[in-house]
């Protein structure tokens, strides 16, 4: 199957044609100062007719969103940040009247989960949760090889605001102490500044520190670094163990920028899941993502290929 | 239907005869004096060939056990505590064979959800979330009407062991900081032993304290049992949250003991989840379980009327 496939990021837009388990092309556009998505479709619709002149005819379009999404009306249930409009907008009708195509969008974490299982890390399992480690941590799980959506469509999709310090740091989402107001990209400076030694240690020079950084400076051995690199491990260790606990999985998918340093963090998980996880089988197992930022564009052909538009897949 | 339903306790087996949503006949027998589970199905025999001498034909057996159990073979999957020879044998042949009925097993808390469902606090819910908080604490999630399971049946029931504090105590589980280890009833006298100024609070005198006289010494008053049921309300309120997160339902049934005191917890898990829970539709409805300790009873009938034994209900 040849597809068309989107994924809408926070300040840009990559679009590409995926021909089954290959990405033929790719680009990306700056959205950073988009204030409506209707706006973004102009330049988009653009993009994707000129993909259709070049690549030939598509057998449908796949959006990925960074939030809550209704599966089978292809709606966008929550404000999706800055695109006050997003709600409001059918997004099937333009499609089909601008490109042509059937749609289907989908959560970003979940088309990459899919993306991961069709072409990545999780070709070999049917049962898999990813959790994705970036500004936010997005997750996703597939049971029997189908993605759990929920009645609502935010089940398994919000395991990065599982309570995992119940005396936490408050979130964005209004709970205290999720994993992402604990150890997250927004959460990370927040962290490190009110750390004991923060001021004299050489994170204190970085104007606003990211995974990047914090990872070389604890490799390089600056001891603030390191403990604040190993705080982050045991909340993404404690929230994978949630993670399995609640959804059963074979194997569990981590990605996100923050695995450029996987060889610090792959085996630190495996070790904190095989000490803590309870199971009747056996401890699954932790794996790096293949595909980066090209999940979930390779999710597009699963996600059209889907059996049912149902917005519980469990019939 | 009319069929014959059991639930294995720690220290009491419950039986009965159920009639679609009526428990026609209950009665229990004590357990706590025998070590296999060969022994106490011989006397189960006994009881439920007597059933059937007074109430008549049968359409099956439902059984609910307090740990894993794969639906699909209704073999025990985890050891079941004291009963070492649990795994080793084959329940659809002892049913079989000995009663003549067919038999589905389920986890208990699974079980306790289909009957609050069927016939107590659930029956216009088709996504719901049970927590029964107890000795140890048990959960269960229907989703679209049907029981989440996962591929190795540990899904949705190990929600007692999602972390809530990942500094927190070690759980008999393997995991740190469990609801369970830091909020059910064999934690409890841990926690409060531990309580600034327990010695000097009238709970002191308890010799092993409980739920039960927790709420009736806060009710009453004392500061300290005051402080710990709040501690306790926080770690359910903030469990509650979690599961609410993973599951996505419309309302989240409390069950156990401890619903003795329902108004001190309902009105309190409420306001949590109302201030705490990330919704894009709405907040989920914290509801008291009605069916008390026939619950697992009274999902006899639901269990043995599913349409599949698949291990995942996803097809």
């Avoid at 069709?118 to 189908?146: C, K, N």
């Avoid at 959460?187 to 009110?194: D, E, F, T, Y």
């Avoid at 603030?224 to 404690?238: E, N, P, S, T």
Wanted: net charge negative; with cysteine; hydrophobic share 40%.
């Amino acid at each position: 199957m040849k597809a068309l496939a989107v994924d809408f990021g926070g300040t840009h837009i990559a679009y590409g044609v995926v021909e089954d388990r290959t990405l033929t092309f790719h680009e990306a556009f700056e959205v950073a100062r988009a204030t409506t998505l209707r706006s973004v479709l102009a330049t988009l619709e653009e993009e994707l007719r000129q993909c259709q002149r070049i690549f030939g005819e598509c057998s449908g379009l796949a959006m990925g969103f960074p939030c809550i999404v209704d599966t089978s009306t292809n709606r966008v249930l929550s404000v999706l940040k800055k695109y006050e409009d997003a709600t409001d907008i059918d997004l099937t009708d333009w499609c089909r009247s601008r490109l042509g195509l059937d749609l289907r969008i989908e959560n970003d974490a979940r088309m990459a989960l899919l993306g991961e299982q069709f072409a990545g890390a999780g070709q070999d399992e049917d049962d898999l949760v990813m959790m994705t480690l970036g500004t936010g941590i997005g997750t996703a799980a597939l049971i029997h090889g189908r993605l759990l959506r929920g009645t609502h469509f935010h089940a398994a999709c919000l395991g990065g605001h599982f309570t995992v310090n119940y005396n936490g740091r408050l979130c964005s989402c209004g709970n205290v102490g999720c994993s992402e107001s604990e150890a997250s990209g927004w959460a990370l400076p927040l962290v490190a500044s009110k750390w004991q030694g923060y001021e004299n240690s050489s994170l204190a020079d970085i104007h606003s520190i990211g995974f990047f950084d914090l990872f070389a400076h604890a490799k390089a051995g600056d001891s603030v670094a390191v403990q604040i690199r190993d705080h982050c491990l045991k909340i993404w260790g404690a929230t994978a163990v949630s993670l399995i606990h609640a959804y059963d999985p074979n194997a569990l998918i981590l990605g996100g920028g923050v695995m450029g340093s996987a060889e610090q963090i792959v085996p630190a998980i495996q070790s904190y899941v095989n000490r803590h996880v309870w199971s009747s089988w056996g401890k699954p197992e932790i794996r790096a993502a293949k595909l980066g930022n090209k999940a979930a564009l390779l999710g597009a052909v699963p996600l059209l290929n889907e059996e049912s538009r149902a917005p519980i897949e469990l019939q």
